[in-house]
């Protein structure tokens, strides 16, 4: 309880703390406010600005849940094609990890000329770039089952079905929610990218408001849209503990 | 109860890419029904036989047998050194593992798998995770699975030297006592020569060296043992016997 305590008692404190420190820094002006502004000014935009915030906001989050749940079922469809097919795996697994180096920043604007401005850009942008650590992980997984199992399954006859839906699948678990832990991450920030260009959500709100030099709204929707990404990455995690807990060590099994 | 596989294995060779050759042709067979234990040192192959055996790797040349040589009269069951159960079922749903592979109704899966807990004295911890389990616990499950099938040959690859040894002299009388239920043919790899001796009918000892058998012996216990039969002067004998044909490989 009292470890408990420590760890939630503790970082909100160092909020409060710093919170204070900044506002107080920036009243008595030895931060300039254009660079950075008070805290109190960021909440004040985050009232005053929040029709306009939240519907960006939404906009926003309606575009990474269709970036990434294309991600989740592409990318673990695709790695199990890859798996299951030498020859496809030889042909594409080496586009695939070239691909995932590819700079999103400089292909967005390929996207809105592809996809026109607005969502389908967005869209695109994000899955550009969720998609290919589920892929990656999604096919570490697949190929590192315990041959010792792999041996049981041929013992008893398994079909290839039987031991991808009995075996693989199941085993690459633990890997794929550590992929989908990377790519929601990823997912918003393909997004946030991609709406600098396309024109739509928060990322267009931060590059309006850059531009009209309203910092302080700047900072708003970066704050919304780390939340965004925050509460995305707590929904992976829930579901990978739903998941595994029963079974495997990095959920605390071993208790 | 299907009565046992034979096995006959003949001029059996294996030999790896890296050149290393465990196995240089041996030759032996094994009546049905009989309870064999494999023991040499470390290397020698042992392993690899056995998974020759369950038909999971090639050998280089010579033949094995099993039975007829027919694969439908062919009911096969193998435990691992370590449990190798899947983490993310339930020890029930890893014990029915087999007969879903099999293709068995769920009612029948779940009425054998229950036996067979019951048979290794877990019935009471159906819906445990494997890692809520012991090791010895886990060991049964294992040992659950592989008689899930009711296998006619019955593959072991030293499954009980990870336990302590209290666990392990229970799990070998009840695999005894199992083997005695039934009428199933049991390979038994092991490093210990004690298990070799309480358990087996008869003991192969593989020589690293030759990669080959060094030593082929009728177990000379009587066939009902119990814990006092680690008592007896015949015991202490066998197991004194093999420990020197065991010192003349390693010198
Ligand atoms: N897949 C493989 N590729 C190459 N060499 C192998 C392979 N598997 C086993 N070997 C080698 O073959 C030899 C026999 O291995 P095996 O596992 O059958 O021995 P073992 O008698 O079971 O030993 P232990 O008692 O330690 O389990 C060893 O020297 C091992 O290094
Ligand atoms: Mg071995």
Redesign the pocket.
């Known amino acids: 309880m009292n470890q408990k305590l420590k760890k939630i008692g503790l970082p909100i404190c160092a909020f409060v703390a710093m919170i204070t420190l900044w506002e107080f820094a920036a009243r008595i002006k030895w931060i300039n406010p254009f660079i950075l502004p008070e805290p109190s000014q960021i909440l004040n935009s985050l009232i005053q600005d929040k029709v306009e915030l939240w519907s960006a906001l939404g906009v926003t989050a309606f575009s990474v849940t269709i970036s990434f749940g294309l991600s989740v079922v592409l990318g673990i469809s695709t790695a199990i094609l890859l798996f299951t097919s030498e020859t496809v795996l030889y042909a594409f697994y080496p586009y695939t990890i070239f691909f995932q180096t590819v700079p999103i920043i400089a292909i967005a604007p390929l996207l809105v000329i592809w996809f026109g401005y607005g969502i389908p850009a967005v869209v695109a942008s994000g899955f550009i770039v969720s998609v290919f650590p589920v892929i990656a992980s999604t096919l570490t997984g697949l190929l590192s089952a315990d041959p010792a199992l792999k041996d049981l399954f041929r013992l008893y006859g398994a079909t290839r079905m039987q031991a991808l839906v009995k075996l693989y699948l199941p085993g690459s678990l633990p890997f794929v929610m550590n992929g989908l832990r990377i790519s929601g991450g990823l997912a918003v920030i393909g997004a946030i990218v991609g709406e600098f260009l396309g024109g739509v959500g928060i990322g267009s709100i931060i590059d309006v408001a850059r531009a009209q030099q309203r910092i302080d709204k700047v900072f708003a929707a970066v704050l919304l849209a780390s939340g965004l990404g925050l509460l995305l990455i707590k929904l992976i995690d829930l579901t990978s503990y739903v998941l595994l807990k029963n079974w495997h060590p990095s959920e605390g099994s071993e208790e | 109860m299907a009565t046992g596989l034979s096995v006959q294995i003949s001029e059996v060779v ?1 030999r ?3 050149g ?1 050759s ?2 240089k042709g041996v030759s032996f067979q094994l009546e049905a029904g009989k309870f064999l234990a494999l023991i ?12 020759m055996i369950a038909h999971l790797r090639e050998p280089t040349s010579g033949k094995l047998l099993i039975g007829r040589g027919e694969p439908e009269e062919r009911r096969l069951a193998y435990v691992f ?1 370590d449990a190798q159960l899947l983490p993310w079922r339930t020890v029930l749903g890893n014990v029915t593992l087999p007969l879903e592979i099999l293709g068995a109704s769920k009612v029948e899966q779940e009425l054998k798998a229950r036996k067979a807990l019951e048979r290794v004295g877990l019935i009471d911890f159906e819906q445990y995770y494997p890692a809520h389990l012991s090791g010895g616990m886990r060991m049964r499950v294992s040992l659950a699975r592989s008689l899930v099938n009711e296998p006619n040959l019955l593959l072991l ?2 499954p009980f030297a990870a336990l302590d040894e209290v666990t392990r002299l229970k799990l070998d009388r009840d695999l005894r006592d199992l083997w005695q239920e039934s009428q199933m043919t049991v390979i038994f ?1 092991t ?1 210990s020569i004690s298990e070799a001796a309480f358990l087996s009918d008869r003991i192969i000892l ?1 020589s ?1 060296k030759t990669g080959n058998i060094q030593y082929d012996l009728i177990n000379p216990l009587p066939s009902h043992r119990t814990q006092e039969t680690r008592a007896l002067p015949a015991f202490a004998q066998l197991t004194q016997d093999l420990f020197l044909k065991f010192q003349d490989l390693e010198a």
């Not at chain 2, 040499?40 to 392993?47: F, L, N, V």
Request: net charge positive.
């Open positions: 294996k790896y890419d890296s290393l465990p196995l040499g040192p470390s290397g020698c192959g042992k392993s690899t036989l056995l998974k050194q690859d030293e790899v490093h593989l690293k």
